[in-house]
């Protein structure tokens, strides 16, 4: 028996039944007895999935219902809708996704006055990637219609502002850099923050991260001076919108080839410590600037860029949070 096993992987025979029996089951073409294949795509059937925070839900077909033809938008209000001719009643906001596997993706979001939904929904199609960083927000808008889409921080956050604008929703570009030794290609973060009128504050998120954070004890989100804060003494807690693919590791590519994909999952495994370097000058952008109040550093973050103003601290908290801070 034990020359029958040498001889059998002396020749690769083992390898060789191992792979036959991984494509008959991998395979499309299963063949029946009788020589045909037992399904084919056409046996495929309509799916529809309702997208949440953490969680997705598969929505019913209904019956009897006048609906809507899915519109060509980004955002759509709620209401009945056909999907190849199934309708389906989808009343709650958030992310939904039409597919037919093999055929079809169809995305969009219902959105009536539900921020925190609206969020959650942008951060369900945004995975950090650099594959659509050269589109621009019409185009990102038009291509998320049927696909996720793989963008780095500043352009999740532009492409979110630009949606907010439109929905009237008060939202800017913040960012952040670090007082470390810097490189050539991780020296700052891209956020926004959202006013939020149920807090009476600005809430800072973190698209590219799906999250948003609050204090160790406390349940009102932070804002881009709180958190950079709460970073230094470890007193913040990551409250997740998605649990969406947080990384494209398979193209996350620069011009000459070199792919991230290793450094940006490290980054993911120990999203602390990275905070921890990027959350030491905190920035907001207004006009052509990004405003800053860190004077100990003032002058070394404005050699870095013409696009960078200090400007101090009274004067910033007055511009930019003048309905939190009180001098």
Known sequence: MMLNVVVLERYGVIDKIKNKIVHYFNTSTVMTKGGGTPYTRENNKP????????KIN??????KLKTNEIP????????????????????????????????IN????????????LLSSISWIVTHGNSDNRKSNLELSDK?????????????????HSILSKLNIKSR???????????DYDNGHTLI????????????????????????????????????????TNNYKVIYLS???????????????????????????????????????????????????????NKKVESYSTEYKYMDKNSFLNKFYSKEYHD
């Open 47 to 54: 799916i529809v999935i309702y997208l949440k925070n953490n």
């Open 72 to 103: 060509n938008e980004l955002i759509m209000p709620a209401g009945a809708y056909n999907f190849l001719g199934s309708h389906y009643l989808l009343q709650d906001e958030g992310l939904y996704r039409f597919f037919l596997p093999g055929k």
């Open 243 to 297: 649990v969406d693919t947080k990384l494209d590791v398979s193209d996350f590519r620069t011009k000459d080839d070199y792919n991230y994909n290793f450094f940006a999952e490290n980054i993911n495994v120990n999203i602390r410590d990275w905070y921890r370097r990027m959350l030491q000058v905190p920035m907001i952008y207004s006009g052509d600037k990004y405003y800053f109040m860190d004077k100990e550093n």
């Open 58 to 63: 598969k929505i019913n077909k209904t019956f």
């Open 144 to 160: 998320a219609l049927h696909s996720k889409l793989f963008l780095t921080c500043g352009n999740i956050s532009a492409w979110a």
């Open 193 to 232: 923050e959202v006013w939020r009128g149920k807090y009476n504050k600005w809430v800072v998120y973190d698209l590219d991260n799906n999250s948003y954070f609050t204090s160790n004890k406390g349940t009102i989100p932070l804002n881009l001076l709180e958190f950079s804060q709460s970073v230094i």
């Open 173 to 183: 570009v913040v960012a952040s850099l670090t007082m470390d030794n810097w490189n």
């Open 106 to 117: 169809v995305q969009r979001i219902i959105y009536k006055n539900d921020l925190d939904s």
